[in-house]
């Protein structure tokens, strides 16, 4: 089964930082558009940030944007997510996530995906 693994997640203070790593199982993922998604209890899976295969190319929901950078290291074949400045609403469970071709905005155009890590944030 190919699939992708986080790791990183855990508990932190409101104000603080955790960096998620996501590296593929199965086989590479270094030509794929990368992705985070968040879903906290009761909500619809969201939208974190992207990067292209190139890691030119970013993007990031408004809610994260300028607190959360999505990063890219080809040799190593691993996707970042540095969290800084973590709120209490940022608590949820982040997914990686993997796809051909362009960004997407959406889970149901991704392909592949990670069994996710808890992120708590404490106030």
């Known amino acids: 089964q190919v699939h992708l693994v986080e790791s990183g997640g855990g508990l932190v203070q409101a104000g603080g930082s955790l960096r998620l790593s996501c590296a593929p199982a199965g086989r590479p993922f270094g030509i794929y558009t990368m992705a985070w998604f968040r879903q906290a209890p009761g909500k619809e899976r969201e939208f974190v940030a992207a990067?292209?295969?190139?890691?030119?190319?970013?993007d990031y929901a408004d809610s994260v944007k300028g607190r959360f950078t999505i990063s890219r290291d080809n040799a190593k074949d691993t996707v970042y997510l540095q969290m800084n400045s973590l709120k209490p609403e940022d608590t949820a469970v982040y997914y990686c996530?993997?796809?051909?071709?362009?960004?997407?905005?959406?889970?149901?155009?991704?392909?592949?995906w990670g069994q996710g890590t808890q992120v708590t944030v404490s106030s």
């Open positions: 996530a993997a796809r051909r071709g362009v960004h997407a905005y959406t889970p149901a155009a991704y392909d592949y």
């Open positions: 990067i292209s295969w190139s890691g030119g190319i970013t």
